[in-house]
Nanobody, 125 residues
């Protein structure tokens, strides 16, 4: 079982940037596809981005496609989510999730096996 810990959230101004990190402990993250999701109060969990275990394939959600970059450093056991041009509607708790998988990851939350505790991102206008 892999344990995931998100970090890098906080308060940002509209138009600003943040980089979130998802670090794994107890297992090598290189064995896992990793996804990022977010959930705002009163809303369903939304897919943000995902990356294959090698980093060769990535996906992003339509609402953030032009503003995010997902990457990973398997040597550091960490996946990153770089977000730019932040807007107040990006305010949410951001979660990373993982699944042992070789191919292209999925975009549905139920596909993933392990989840972090989340990190809050708040964007002020």
């Amino acid at each position: 079982q892999v344990q995931l810990v998100e970090s890098g959230g906080g308060l940002a101004q509209a138009g600003g940037s943040l980089r979130l990190s998802c670090a794994a402990s107890s297992r090598r993250l290189s064995a896992y596809a990793v996804g990022w999701f977010r959930q705002a109060p009163g809303k369903e969990r939304e897919f943000v981005a995902a990356i294959s275990r090698s980093g060769s394939r990535s996906l992003s959600g339509d609402s953030v496609k032009d503003r995010i970059t997902i990457s990973r450093d398997n040597a550091k056991n960490t996946v990153y989510l770089q977000m730019s041009s932040l807007q107040p509607e990006d305010t949410a708790v951001y979660y990373c999730a993982s699944k042992t998988w070789i191919g292209v990851p999925e975009t549905t939350a139920g596909w993933y096996d392990y989840w972090g505790q989340g990190t809050q991102v708040t964007v002020s206008s």
